[in-house]
């Protein structure tokens, strides 16, 4: 064994190695045992034993350093955090997004869709490390069937229903929903989608819903209903206000808030998977989320934040 390590001083003047064809941490390891053995056993020739002790112990200080740099480097750079998200989070989510892999480093892998449909994704084991759903329900579901983590349970926004029209200059109120100006009334699938049912809640606190049943085109999520009044092929939508306006203004259009009386409060939570709860990146996404930055964006949509 001895025979193999020849001239145990040149290690300290030139990488290990150059000079012994230590091509893998094993034989680093295999070294610094047999030294410390050798040490024990007062079998180093010619040589202080300190020396050899020492000298073991920089070795293992160096593979211990090695090891750890590799694994920071795993943590920080280039993880990738897959994150599903409900439609009426895509530009807040899209902004969070920017400013967390810019100061992270991290990447992330972002799905958009209905919160049922990304529920029933996650049942069936989609690789997601974080659910951002429109409500509360379903990340308790996913909890229950022990699919997330219930520590990691936080409500991240209080969303806000409005009635919009792509069109300027109208007035719209809960008079316009009984009028004869309009032929389609778009509404997120209320099976799928939160605010679907919120403004399913919403006809029927105004005892609408049976007559503007015939009016009612719905859209699988809540992104795909406001293309549908954006578009044109209706009139007037129940939208979230994330979509009608920025930075507190109306961004184009026309349209009501519908008073928070009229629907159940829409508490949009978000939840760590078994998958994310153990991934750094993904806890680190959560926290940013509830940071003053995080918050300060989502603020910026016109969503309400939990105290």
């Known amino acids: 064994?001895?025979?193999?390590?020849?001239?145990?001083?040149?290690?300290?003047?030139?990488?290990l190695s150059e000079i012994y064809g230590l091509s893998h941490p094993n034989h680093y390891i295999t070294l610094a045992r047999y030294m410390l053995t050798a040490h024990k056993a007062n079998d180093?020739?010619?040589?202080?034993?300190?020396?050899?002790?020492?000298?073991?112990?920089r070795i293992y200080g160096l593979l211990l350093l090695m090891l750890t740099s590799l694994f920071t480097k795993t943590l920080v750079y280039g993880d990738t955090v897959y994150v599903g998200?409900?439609?009426?989070?895509?530009?807040?989510?899209?902004?969070?997004?920017?400013?967390?892999?810019?100061?992270?480093?991290?990447?992330?892998?972002?799905?958009?869709?209905?919160?049922?449909?990304?529920?029933?994704q996650i049942s069936h084991g989609a690789p997601f490390h974080l659910f951002l759903s429109a409500d509360h329900h379903?990340?308790?579901?996913?909890?229950?069937?022990?699919?997330?983590?219930?520590?990691?349970?936080?409500?991240?926004?209080?969303?806000?229903?409005v009635l919009w029209s792509s069109e300027d200059d109208i007035q719209l109120d809960y008079t316009y929903l009984i009028s004869d100006n309009y032929r389609r009334l778009a509404i997120a699938n209320p099976?799928?989608?939160?605010?679907?049912?919120?403004?399913?809640?919403?006809?029927?606190?105004?005892?609408?819903?049976?007559?503007t049943k015939?009016?009612?085109?719905?859209?699988?999520?809540?992104?795909?209903?406001?293309?549908?009044?954006?578009?044109g092929n209706a009139r007037i939508g129940f939208v979230a206000r994330s979509q009608a306006y920025a930075e507190g203004r109306l961004i184009a259009?026309?349209?009501?808030?519908?008073?928070?009386?009229?629907?159940?409060?829409?508490?949009?939570?978000?939840?760590?998977?078994?998958?994310?709860?153990?991934?750094?990146?993904?806890i680190e996404l959560h926290r940013f989320i509830q940071s003053e930055t995080g918050r300060a964006i989502i603020r910026s949509y016109g969503y309400d934040l939990a105290k």
């Open 138 to 161: 379903k990340p308790l579901a996913l909890i229950e069937a022990d699919l997330a983590d219930p520590v990691s349970l936080k409500t991240y926004a209080l969303g806000t229903l």
């Open 1 to 15: 064994m001895w025979n193999t390590f020849q001239n145990p001083y040149a290690p300290l003047q030139t990488p």
């Open 191 to 211: 099976k799928l989608a939160p605010y679907g049912m919120a403004a399913t809640e919403v006809l029927k606190t105004l005892n609408l819903h049976h007559q």
């Open 214 to 231: 015939p009016r009612l085109i719905t859209g699988e999520n809540i992104a795909q209903t406001y293309q549908f009044v954006a578009s």
């Open 44 to 57: 180093l020739p010619n040589l202080d034993s300190s020396w050899y002790s020492g000298f073991a112990r």
């Open 253 to 282: 259009g026309s349209a009501w808030v519908v008073p928070k009386s009229y629907y159940h409060p829409i508490r949009q939570d978000m939840v760590l998977t078994r998958r994310g709860s153990g991934f750094g990146p993904a």
């Open 85 to 120: 998200a409900a439609s009426n989070f895509i530009i807040p989510m899209k902004h969070l997004a920017r400013e967390f892999e810019r100061s992270s480093g991290h990447n992330l892998k972002i799905s958009y869709a209905s919160s049922g449909k990304l529920f029933a």
